[in-house]
Each structure stands twice: as structure tokens, then as C-alpha cells.
């Protein structure tokens, strides 16, 4: 039986789920994008976009911020319309008061992120999810980012390390640490340092009295990501390993990394 035209672009873009026994979830799933920077994004890319989101892609000054947002938006829109029962371009994302998207009503959690040519795109039907993905380390001193960051139990964690150790683990904690204050929905509105994710019983506050985290229902773990990436999930409510499914945005279409 042919597939029609509309409903095999939808497949495409939204990409085929890849079968990753350790991790499964029956309600959190992890898609990768993988995001071609090198030109500006296709019309495919574009179709589901409102108008409020093609106004915000039209602000980036640079090509390679254009296609990350145009490739993860799209992949977080074709996601959403295939859990709701609706087109991609129909899916109410809106912004909430700290500027992360959100579904009005509260009736999925999702979270995205992306750095270089890397995205993810994580949903859940019960539980806040935080999602994050960097790239190498920043051309800087990793040493005053730490400081501005890590609590005192990480940075003690981070300073112990070898030099050979210092990057990867840098990356291992910040992703950490921004996936769970994503999945808290306060993002770094407070003090990164008052906040535990490793190097202690994590992830916890520091001070208590000064956030309103309940940390004891996180649980924080790294996602499989590209050569040079590190990233990390965070889910709330007691939640148990995702299951990740891959999709690549090149050009026009997603197709099975």
C-alpha cells in the first residue's frame, strides 16, 4: 500500500526510533538530531514553523544558530504531533515565564538542547525531563567557569582530578547540572553552585533554604552522544532509564543515524 506523500514526510522528519535494550522507559524517550550547520535550513525544516518561531529564527545572526533551532524545533514538533494525534504545525508550544517551551494544559514534559552539530529532543508523558548536550570544552580556563558553577563538593570532585580527567569531567558535571535545573523548570535563574549533582549524595542543595528543589526525585544520567559530545538526562518523580531513539536532520529530510 503507498504511503501518501504528507505521511511519509512526517516519518522523515520525525525519524525512525533506533531499539536500545539498557535503555527503556515506557514513558521517557531521548531523539538525537543531528543538524547540518553548514547551510541555511531547508524548506522541509521550515513547513511547521509559527509564525512567532520563524520571527525568533529570523533574529539569529548566524547560519549555524539558524539550522540548530529550525532542526530541534522541527524534530520537537513532529514528536509532540505524533503523541497528541495532530500535525506538527498544529502543536500549541508556547513559552512560559522563564522562556522554556512548554504545552499549555501540562500534558506532556519535554525538553531540547543542542551544541554544534548535535541536538536532543526529550518527552515525557508523566515526569519534567531536562535535557543538555555540549561540545568540547570552551578555548578558556576551565578553572573560573568551575568556580562560577560547581558547588564546593564538585569543585573539590573537578580540582582532584588529573589534568587528563579535567575536561571530560567539566563537561560530565555542567551537563548534568543544566539538564537537572531544566527538569526543575528554573533553569540557572538560581545559583548553580548552591546545587550538588555529583561528588556528593546528588544531586542535592547546597543550601536548602536558598532554592526550591526537591532533588531527592531526581535522577540524573549521561545519554550516548557523537565523538567530542558529552550529554545528559534528568527526569523527576522517582523516574527510571529512558530509552533513546535516534534521528539526523541533513538537509531536507531525517534519516536513521
Keep these: ?5 504528507e505521511a511519509a514526510t512526517d516519518m522523515a522528519l520525525g525519524g525512525e526510533p ?11 524517550a531521548v531523539w ?10 531547508a524548506p522541509a525544516l521550515l513547513a511547521t514553523l509559527t509564525p512567532m518561531e520563524e520571527a525568533r529564527l529570523a533574529s539569529f545572526r548566524r547560519m549555524a544558530d539558524r539550522a540548530r533551532f529550525a532542526a530541534t524545533r522541527t524534530a520537537l514538533r513532529h514528536r509532540l504531533g505524533e503523541r497528541l494525534g495532530i500535525s506538527p504545525g498544529a502543536v500549541p508550544v508556547a513559552l512560559d515565564r522563564h522562556g522554556k517551551p512548554r504545552l499549555p494544559g501540562g500534558e506532556l514534559w519535554f525538553s531540547v538542547s543542542h551544541a554544534g552539530t548535535c541536538g536532543f529532543v526529550a518527552l515525557s508523558s ?7 548536550v555540549e561540545g568540547p570544552a570552551p578555548d578558556e580556563p576551565l578553572a573560573p567557569l568551575a568556580r562560577l558553577a560547581f558547588s564546593p563538593a564538585e569543585l573539590h570532585l573537578w580540582s582532584a582530578a588529573g589534568p587528563d580527567e579535567r575536561e571530560a569531567l567539566f ?3 555542567w551537563t548534568a547540572k543544566e539538564a537537572f535545573l531544566k527538569a526543575q523548570g528554573t533553569g540557572f535563574l538560581i545559583d548553580p553552585r548552591d546545587v550538588t549533582v555529583m561528588g556528593g549524595e546528588g544531586p542535592v ?18 545519554l550516548p552522544a557523537p565523538a567530542g559530545y558529552v550529554a545528559a538526562l534528568a527526569m523527576l518523580a522517582g523516574a527510571s532509564p529512558p530509552r533513546q531513539q535516534d534521528a539526523v536532520a541533513s538537509g531536507m529530510e531525517f534519516s536513521n543515524a
Design 171 to 173: 563537561l560530565a558535571i
Design 1 to 5: 500500500m503507498a504511503v501518501p506523500p
Design 32 to 41: 538525537r538530531v543531528a543538524i547540518d550547520i553548514g547551510q541555511d535550513p
Design 18 to 28: 533506533v531499539a536500545l535494550p539498557d535503555l527503556r522507559s515506557a514513558d521517557v
Design 126 to 132: 508523566d515526569r519534567p525531563v531536562g535535557v543538555d
Design 205 to 222: 542543595a547546597s543550601d536548602p533554604a536558598r532554592t526550591v528543589l526537591d532533588p531527592s526525585l531526581a535522577c540524573i544520567r549521561s
